[in-house]
């Protein structure tokens, strides 16, 4: 489920171009197999970091131009200071808000307007899903063609 939600959000949502900056949050919690493992040019801890806008600036000099979004609060509101105008965000998450009985509130979302900033949310699920026994033969044609990445479901019926 990890490998679609990545392609849904980078290229279906948010269109990603070679050579564009791009920030994960949360993308496992383990910085050392990101940096040493899969060849991130750079990967921090943002539960170790007391100024996240500071960090984030550390190693985003220049701007973001992709966000993908599963933290929210303090994270978002220090992002949208460091995206560049056009920029993109694909939300799937706010894992820091989820056992919070008051989510945080985000203070900087006027930068998305003045920034024109490009921001949308998904669900997975909506990816997997074709609906209808009549279906079933252009599904299969896509998994195998490449069309569709991952396994495929097909909902025959509701009942």
């Not at 050392?32 to 991130?40: E, M, P, S, T, W």
């Not at 040019?41 to 599963?70: C, G, H, M, Q, T």
């Not at 945080?104 to 909506?126: A, C, E, P, S």
Request: proline share 3%; net charge negative; glycine share 8%.
């Amino acid at each position: 489920m990890a490998g679609i939600t990545a392609y849904v959000g980078f290229y279906e949502i948010c269109s990603l171009k070679k050579g564009e900056l791009v920030f994960i949050s949360a993308a496992s919690g383990v910085v050392d197999l990101l940096k040493n493992i899969l060849g991130f040019v750079d990967a921090f801890n943002y539960n170790e970091e007391s100024y996240l806008n500071e960090a984030i600036k550390r190693y985003f000099p220049e701007w973001i131009d992709i966000y993908f979004e599963n933290v929210g609060g303090k994270m978002l509101d220090s992002v949208l200071l460091n995206i560049r105008p056009h920029g993109r965000i694909t939300v799937c998450g706010t894992i820091s808000q989820y056992d919070k009985e008051e989510p945080d509130m985000t203070h900087n979302l006027m930068y998305v307007i003045v920034k024109k900033i490009r921001m949308q949310g998904f669900v997975v699920f909506d990816y997997f899903i074709v609906e209808g026994i009549e279906a079933v033969p252009a599904a299969l044609v896509g998994h195998f063609s490449g069309r569709k990445v991952g396994k495929q479901v097909v909902l025959v019926a509701r009942d």
